[in-house]
């Protein structure tokens, strides 16, 4: 890992001592206290200040992104990433997930286990979800009581669920000619998690959402969702949108408390073009959704949540979108064409690009925006198919400069791989 040599300001932030709780639309990045019982949402932690290193040029007027570390040792492309309380997790094809110390970015431990890519990973209190390629979801305990920190206590679905369906017939569904799963298994490789309240939704390339209770892991629902894979989930508001290789992300809700998840709307992107992310805002008003044409279109949803229509259109990248996240009034969106683009939301859903980052030396697979205030902007990660995460700071632009900050940066001379 390298950190920018050049003159720098010292900016203090609050970071929990032992977790820090943060709310998504999409999922919960907090640690609970170190035993199972206690609350997800737990707040019995002591606050303290530490210091990140940012240039101090520009800080007055208008302010650039900044690069400021690359974090390497991945054997394979970097696969996703996950704010966990005072760590940064990031997974790869080599099926290790590295865990980085914030806020000096150190690498803390690793863990992993399973066979072929880490695909998506969401925590939970003081659980970490991880979703593999080889069709399960895997459940690791934080402690930090435990000299393996991370520890793996159960595979999803678990063998209680299996034994309790195996035997009847008709838990069994044809996931191809002449053969046969339990309908609580995927069928192919996970590609995405998401968490709301009390349920996990995963969505497969096998087409299909499932729906897990955090409490005792049990599976309760799959969905034959779409007629292609499903690359991308989130949910807010009570909706999970699921964003398909069929060019469609789909909304689905449910009518009270004990009863299934049903088709809520259908939000159609361009024809014959592969939906590769969808992000939420955090008031569930406006749905962004990333194609493999390179475009970001953004819908408008209605007040009860049972329309959308297509605000805005634009051409993104010059590849495919491969991932999004937003913090606040901004939206990130990652490409194959290996860079970042920064976008400024507006009023009626528009968004206007105000800055594009450049640096990784392969696709940007994924993207983690921080929920803590670095000086008057925020902290994003990104992972790529070079096998390096990068660390960026990127600052709250000014109106009267969004037309004229969307001029690359490179980090060639600022940032070294060690």
């Not at 999409?26 to 240039?55: A, M, W």
């Not at 209770?213 to 690359?231: F, P, V, W």
């Not at 689905?252 to 088709?263: C, N, V, Y």
Request: some cysteine; overall charge positive.
């Amino acid at each position: 890992m390298d950190l920018l040599h050049v003159p720098d300001v010292a900016v203090s932030i609050p970071l929990l001592s032992a977790t820090i709780t943060s709310s998504s639309c999409s999922s919960s990045s907090s640690l609970g206290s170190e035993t199972d019982d206690s609350p997800v949402n737990s707040h019995r932690f002591e606050l303290r200040d530490v210091k990140y290193q940012l240039p101090c040029s520009p800080f007055s007027g208008f302010q650039s992104h900044k690069p400021l570390a690359v974090l390497s040792g991945h054997v394979g492309s970097v696969s996703c990433l996950a704010l966990c309380g005072e760590f940064i997790l990031s997974a790869s094809q080599g099926k290790d997930i590295i865990v980085w110390q914030q806020p000096d970015l150190r690498l803390f431990t690793k863990f992993g286990q399973g066979d072929g890519t880490v695909k998506a990973l969401v925590t939970v209190g003081n659980k970490v979800f991880t979703a593999h390629q080889d069709s399960r979801i895997r459940v690791w305990k934080v402690s930090r009581r435990s000299e393996n920190v991370f520890r793996l206590v159960d595979t999803l679905p678990t063998t209680k669920d299996y034994l309790g369906k195996f035997m009847k017939q008709s838990n069994y569904v044809q996931t191809r000619r002449h053969h046969k799963r339990l309908w609580i298994e995927h069928a192919d490789s996970i590609s995405c998690l998401a968490v709301y309240h009390d349920f996990i939704y995963s969505g497969s390339w096998d087409k299909t959402l499932k729906v897990w209770r955090i409490s005792d892991l049990k599976c309760l629902e799959s969905i034959k969702a779409h007629d292609d894979a499903i690359n991308g989930l989130v949910a807010c508001k009570g909706i999970v949108y699921s964003a398909s290789a069929d060019g469609k992300i789909k909304a689905w809700g449910k009518e009270g408390t004990k009863s299934s998840h049903s088709l809520k709307g259908i939000l159609e992107g361009h024809k014959d073009v592969s939906l590769n992310s969808v992000i939420v805002s955090e008031d569930g008003k406006w749905v962004y959704g990333g194609g493999s044409d390179g475009y970001v279109m953004g819908w408008e949803g209605s007040s009860n949540f049972v329309s959308w229509k297509l605000v805005c259109e634009k051409k993104a990248h010059q590849m495919a979108v491969l991932c999004m996240c937003m913090m606040g009034e901004y939206l990130c969106s990652g490409s194959a064409d290996k860079s970042i683009a920064i976008w400024k939301r507006e009023a009626f859903g528009q968004i206007c690009k105000v800055g594009l980052i450049s640096g990784h030396e392969g696709p940007v697979k994924c993207l983690q925006a921080s929920p803590l205030r670095v000086g008057e902007g925020f902290m994003l990660y990104s992972g790529g198919l070079d096998k390096s995460v990068r660390v960026w700071w990127v600052p709250k632009y000014s109106a009267q400069k969004e037309d004229t900050a969307s001029t690359p940066m490179s980090t060639e001379k600022s940032s070294i791989l060690c």
